[in-house]
């Protein structure tokens, strides 16, 4: 069982690491055209740290893995990431993402899944910010906190030997078999949710 200590540290760490993909993940999207290269970037007032090379490799690995996941072109995936409505108030968003996050990490904590809520944080963020929205980063980077808290990730990242873990990981398996695993297991999870939020609204 990990101390308190070592989970402060993995949650800060995880916090700061989330940033740093946030960051990269939009300068990529820039540089491919994917979003207007003048959209504006993530508020240097939110970010914790300026200290990205610490992580930089940690991150490379996030981005390799998050690529191999086209969230973005499948339409369930995409009306979820819609119905994640900021806009509604900050509260009823984090009950929206809390949902999307039990089903995708429910019975089933890996990387891959944890890679999977990162990329889905990251599309929330891009899509706010080329709307011109600028000030729910904060509030973002704590639903990931909040959530892996809630679904003891940290305790597994802990047990994984913490964040490194990744690294070694990802070297020594066949990722993209994981990844179309849980990509899978997400979208079939998330389709119900879609439909029960849809019965819901009529």
Same mark, same amino acid.
């Given at each position: 069982?990990?101390?308190?200590? &070592? @989970? @402060? =540290? @993995? &949650?800060?760490?995880?916090?700061?690491?989330?940033?740093?993909?946030?960051?990269? *993940?939009?300068?990529?999207?820039?540089?491919?055209?994917?979003?207007?290269?003048?959209?504006?970037?993530?508020?240097? =007032?939110?970010?914790?740290?300026?200290?990205?090379?610490?992580?930089?490799?940690?991150?490379?690995?996030?981005?390799?893995?998050?690529?191999?996941?086209?969230?973005?072109?499948?339409?369930?995936?995409?009306?979820?990431?819609?119905?994640?409505?900021?806009? &509604?108030?900050?509260?009823?968003?984090?009950?929206?993402? *809390?949902?999307?996050?039990?089903?995708?990490?429910?019975?089933?904590?890996?990387?891959?899944?944890?890679?999977?809520?990162?990329?889905?944080?990251?599309?929330?963020?891009?899509?706010?910010?080329?709307?011109?929205?600028?000030?729910?980063?904060?509030?973002?980077?704590?639903?990931?906190?909040?959530?892996?808290?809630?679904?003891?990730?940290?305790?597994?990242?802990? $047990?994984?030997?913490?964040?490194?873990?990744? @690294?070694?990981?990802?070297?020594?398996?066949?990722?993209?078999?994981?990844?179309?695993?849980?990509?899978?297991?997400?979208?079939?999870?998330?389709?119900?949710?879609?439909?029960?939020? $849809?019965?819901?609204?009529?």
């Amino acid at each position: 069982m990990a101390s308190n200590e &070592e @989970i @402060i =540290d @993995i &949650e800060e760490e995880t916090r700061v690491i989330f940033e740093c993909y946030l960051e990269d *993940s939009l300068e990529k999207d820039k540089e491919n055209n994917v979003i207007d290269p003048g959209t504006p970037g993530i508020p240097m =007032d939110d970010l914790t740290t300026n200290d990205k090379e610490a992580y930089a490799i940690i991150v490379q690995k996030l981005l390799s893995i998050a690529g191999q996941m086209d969230i973005k072109s499948d339409p369930v995936l995409y009306k979820v990431l819609n119905m994640v409505n900021i806009n &509604e108030g900050f509260k009823s968003a984090f009950n929206d993402f *809390s949902e999307v996050a039990q089903r995708v990490l429910d019975n089933h904590v890996n990387w891959n899944a944890i890679v999977y809520l990162f990329r889905f944080g990251y599309l929330i963020a891009r899509d706010r910010l080329v709307q011109g929205a600028r000030d729910f980063f904060k509030y973002l980077c704590q639903w990931i906190i909040d959530i892996f808290r809630r679904f003891s990730v940290f305790n597994w990242i802990l $047990s994984q030997g913490g964040w490194n873990g990744l @690294i070694e990981t990802h070297m020594n398996s066949h990722v993209v078999g994981a990844v179309t695993v849980v990509s899978v297991v997400a979208v079939v999870a998330i389709i119900g949710f879609v439909w029960f939020r $849809s019965k819901s609204a009529q």
